[in-house]
């Protein structure tokens, strides 16, 4: 999950995230991964930070709130899985540039049985089989293959990232595989399904993200180092700080997702 509300589908066409996808690698060959913090841009990303925070505060948790209070944890729980195994045709492909074959048969089974047994995906049939959940991401895909992290970039809307990760991003949008299967109303219930399940995230984890947005001294700095830490931890570059000392990070789960 990210830190901030994720918007949904603003790339539909190839065009875009080709420019993107020109732009942004050519920053990540230039500046290698390394373990510190390369944020060349930072009087951009605090701005950028500014406006992600401004859109927290007045729309994105008071509606997590409603959403959380009003519905039934049931009901949000059937709508997550109905985002969760849309998102399915997106990690498999994912898995098969990465070559993780088994994992993308896995996922391929995942997405079968909870389409059919889990009713269309309100039902998460597939861990209860044995088939937990597997995520996966074009960033991921471009570390595998090599590319840098480049530098630190915070994203209107989707909050911390990397000249890495927004690529992926942008790409895992423009290709989605179901992005031309659905169109007119059931577009809209997909889109649905996917700002809601941001919202029950925003919610299930409202008092990790207030602590850095609100209660941090500085909640750019914590937001940017917690992320970067984090994301080189899932991608097997380095561990958190304190690991060796059994030191619990309260944040994994919150950038885990």
């Not at 009901?75 to 074959?101: H, S, Y």
């Not at 995906?121 to 840098?148: E, I, Q, R």
């Not at 970067?228 to 885990?256: S, V």
Request: aromatic fraction near 8%; hydrophobic fraction near 40%; charged fraction near 20%.
């Amino acid at each position: 999950m990210k830190l901030y509300f994720t918007l949904p589908n603003p790339l539909r066409g190839t065009g875009a995230a080709a420019l993107l996808l020109s732009g942004l690698l050519a920053g990540c060959a230039a500046t290698p991964s390394d373990q510190g913090i390369h944020d060349p841009l930072e009087p951009l990303n605090r701005a950028t930070h500014g406006l992600n925070k401004g859109l927290d505060t007045v729309a994105v948790r008071p509606a997590s709130k409603v959403y959380g209070t009003v519905v039934p944890d049931p009901l949000r729980r059937g709508v997550n899985n109905v985002a969760d195994t849309l998102e399915l045709p997106g990690v498999i492909a994912n898995d098969i540039l990465q070559l993780k074959l088994e994992q993308a048969v896995t996922n391929t089974l995942r997405l079968g049985l909870n389409l059919t047994f889990g009713l269309g995906g309100l039902n998460d049939f597939a861990t209860a089989a044995g088939m937990p959940k597997t995520d996966n991401d074009f960033g991921t895909t471009l570390a595998v293959w090599g590319v840098g992290e480049g530098p630190y970039v915070e994203l209107p809307g989707f909050g911390p990232s990397t000249a890495r990760d927004a690529v992926g991003t942008a790409v895992d949008i423009a290709f989605n595989p179901l992005g031309n299967v659905f169109t007119g109303n059931d577009a809209a219930a997909v889109t649905a399904a996917a700002v809601l399940s941001k919202l029950d995230d925003r919610f299930r984890y409202s008092g990790t993200i207030d602590s850095i947005l609100y209660e941090s001294a500085d909640s750019y700095a914590q937001a940017r180092l917690l992320y970067l830490q984090n994301r080189r931890f899932e991608l097997g570059k380095e561990a958190p700080a304190g690991e060796d000392d059994g030191f619990i990070d309260p944040y994994e789960d919150l950038y885990g997702q």
